[in-house]
């Protein structure tokens, strides 16, 4: 396909949120490493500088993605896996160390991160495997070659550690049900979830106490209808209260104390309110500051460069993790109003470009897209809102860093690429 056809072809709409994205993006990181001493935007040694680059390398990025065949992304799909598996692997031994985590290579001019190219690249395996003639996701083998392909990065990431990219990872589990995979998978997930969730709030005795009555209404709910299942009922209880019953080993004796008080405070399991109050001021530090710089930003905020939280730094990682929080205090109930639906639209316009594929393959790596970013944007704003956990993802396209800018451009450019070439022949 020539350059003037592609243009002709991808969706500009999608391009118009994205420039607005990392537009707005920038702006907020600008305001949140400001400095009198240094105003220059082109001032590379600064982090607003250094994203500003950052940004044309992405755009020469975008440039070379829509410039490669559609079916170079497809034909290759493993290859890109495997490189970026070996890269994360290599980590190990070449790895530099930032805040606690070997996650990085110190190219000199910037730190790559690979765990943020194993993203598409996994997502991109993920589709070719599923699109192929010869797979069938209700078969129980190809499930668990498609689980493969998503824990091996999983698995390589946890150690480093960085557990919040390999949470990430997770998210392409729901390609898998969009294309098939039972629902009784789904809702194993979401119970095993609720039963250690509840298990730390009230105890084993009040979630198998709450499991009979459950079991009780559909029992009286269903009787008349069909022949009551009591053997896969108790099997369900005796599983379920077993997992309880291990929750508060696994929590007391696998789970670092970094995570059990970010639990605690997230779930508000100490009952004391003065230790409450404490414990969000000095583990949940980040999280306290983040909320209290978007309170005070009110409805309209403060105005661009007027954040008096931001520019005392008082919310650490305020560039990175935390960005959100800039545009609470500096652009209020408004200006966090205004990104929340700028995402909202982009996840949307994503899901329609997906339904509209001609391709198997188009069709389900689009998902992957979706599942990455959704899950990046829901964790990164809950966690800065204080609603969820503190786990350590950036904001996409908003948030500093040159290895997630990159990874998340070539991510949303290679799908645009794919629905530009939607109508060939080939496909």
């Known amino acids: 396909m020539s350059g003037k056809s592609v243009l002709r072809r991808v969706d500009w709409f999608t391009i118009f949120i994205f420039l607005l994205l990392i537009s707005i993006g920038w702006l907020n990181i600008y305001s949140s490493t400001f400095s009198e001493e240094n105003k220059s935007i082109l001032d590379f040694s600064t982090l607003y500088g250094k994203q500003l680059f950052f940004i044309g390398i992405s755009l020469v990025a975008i440039f070379i993605l829509l410039s490669l065949e559609a079916n170079f992304y497809e034909r290759f799909s493993s290859v890109l896996y495997i490189i970026t598996m070996v890269l994360l692997l290599g980590l190990f031994v070449f790895g530099k160390t930032i805040a606690g985590a070997t996650s990085w290579y110190d190219l000199g001019f910037f730190n790559l991160q690979p765990s943020e190219l194993a993203k598409f690249a996994t997502a991109l395996a993920l589709a070719k495997y599923l699109s192929d003639i010869q797979t069938d996701i209700k078969r129980r083998k190809d499930q668990l070659f498609a689980f493969v392909i998503i824990i091996i990065p999983v698995l390589l990431v946890i150690p480093q550690p960085d557990p919040g990219s390999a949470l990430v990872f997770f998210a392409l589990v729901f390609v898998l049900f969009r294309e098939g995979l039972p629902l009784i998978y789904l809702w194993i997930f979401f119970m095993a979830v609720l039963i250690f969730i509840t298990t730390l709030m009230f105890g084993t005795i009040w979630v198998s106490i709450s499991l009979i009555l459950l079991i009780a209404i559909f029992l009286l709910l269903k009787r008349a209808t069909f022949k009551v299942p009591i053997l896969p009922l108790s099997l369900f209880f005796v599983i379920a209260v077993v997992f309880s019953l291990s929750v508060n080993f696994v929590f007391e004796n696998v789970f670092e104390q970094r995570h059990r008080d970010?639990?605690?405070?997230?779930?508000?399991?100490?009952?004391?309110?003065?230790?409450?109050?404490?414990?969000?001021?000095?583990?949940?530090?980040?999280?306290?500051?983040?909320?209290?710089?978007?309170e005070s930003g009110g409805f309209f905020g403060k105005g661009f460069l007027e954040g008096t939280r931001t520019k005392g730094d008082f919310v650490p990682e305020q560039h990175t993790d935390y960005i959100f929080s800039t545009v609470g205090e500096e652009w209020g109930f408004v200006g966090s109003a205004t990104v929340v639906l700028l995402f909202s639209i982009l996840l949307l316009r994503l899901v329609y470009l997906a339904e509209r594929q001609r391709s198997d393959f188009s069709r389900m790596y689009g998902y992957g897209v979706i599942s990455?970013?959704?899950?990046h944007y829901f964790i990164n704003i809950g966690m800065v809102i204080g609603v969820l956990p503190t786990i350590g993802i950036p904001l996409p396209f908003f948030s500093y860093g040159g290895s997630a800018l990159i990874g998340f451009t070539a991510l949303l450019f290679i799908f645009l690429k794919l629905d530009a070439n939607r109508l060939k022949e080939w496909i």
């Open 262 to 294: 970010r639990f605690s405070l997230w779930l508000r399991l100490e009952k004391d309110p003065e230790k409450l109050e404490e414990i969000r001021k000095t583990i949940g530090y980040n999280t306290y500051q983040s909320e209290k710089a978007i």
């Open 372 to 375: 990455i970013l959704l899950l």
